[in-house]
């Protein structure tokens, strides 16, 4: 019977938990899970599954290379993104629109003007900082307003709000509005 050959990830658990409490090097992760690119290995069995997985970040009694596996029970694991549901949620009420600057999908980049502009979920109070996936701590961010690169005048909210129900709106409606608008501005100048 072939049996099934277990993952880098799978050896590097077992050793781990094999060893709780003493110090593991980065030779003796690399011999066990047979490969060089172990580290993203144990990101994931931190993050992932919330081992407590310490380096010498976390403890100084720790050099550069070492490990130590603390517990053998988990710290819960916070999910890093939100749902695809949610993402809909909170496109859909912001109006597929920048809360910043008023950039929508299809834009372009304000920096990088052969790019389109992409549209983020953001954390208002980020997660760091205990902020949670409440539909009132979501806000829809441009790429680069996200990033905070944009540094363009922010709309008024009455602004957005008109922004957002444009762009919802059928194409034809919205060239009545430009046609509109750019009749009545033109008038005063
Ligand atoms: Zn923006």
Do not use: W
């Not at 949620?89 to 809360?99: D, S």
């Not at 008109?162 to 059928?170: E, G, K, N, Q, Y």
């Not at 046609?179 to 100048?189: H, N, P, T």
């Amino acid at each position: 019977m072939i049996m099934p050959r277990k993952s880098a990830r799978q050896k590097i658990r077992e050793f781990l938990e094999a060893n709780v409490g003493k110090v593991i090097t980065t030779r003796q992760i690399r011999e066990i899970a047979g490969i060089s690119e172990y580290a993203r290995r144990i990101r994931e069995l931190r993050n992932d599954e919330g081992m407590q997985i310490k380096t010498h970040i976390d403890r100084a009694d720790l050099k550069p290379g070492e490990y130590i596996l603390e517990s053998l029970n988990r710290t819960p694991v916070i999910s890093q993104n939100i749902s695809p549901a949610l993402r809909n949620q909170i496109l859909e009420r912001n109006g597929n629109t920048c809360q910043l600057c008023g950039a929508g999908p299809g834009d372009p980049d304000p920096f990088t003007p052969s790019r389109k502009v992409r549209l983020h979920i953001d954390h208002i109070t980020p997660r760091s900082q205990g902020g949670t996936d409440n539909p009132d701590n979501l806000r829809v961010l441009c790429s680069a307003c996200n990033q905070g690169r944009s540094n363009i005048q922010q709309p008024s909210e009455s602004a957005l709000n008109l922004i957002a129900r444009i762009r919802r709106a059928p194409r034809s409606v919205k060239r009545e509005i430009y046609d509109m608008l750019k009749g009545s501005f033109q008038e005063r100048d």
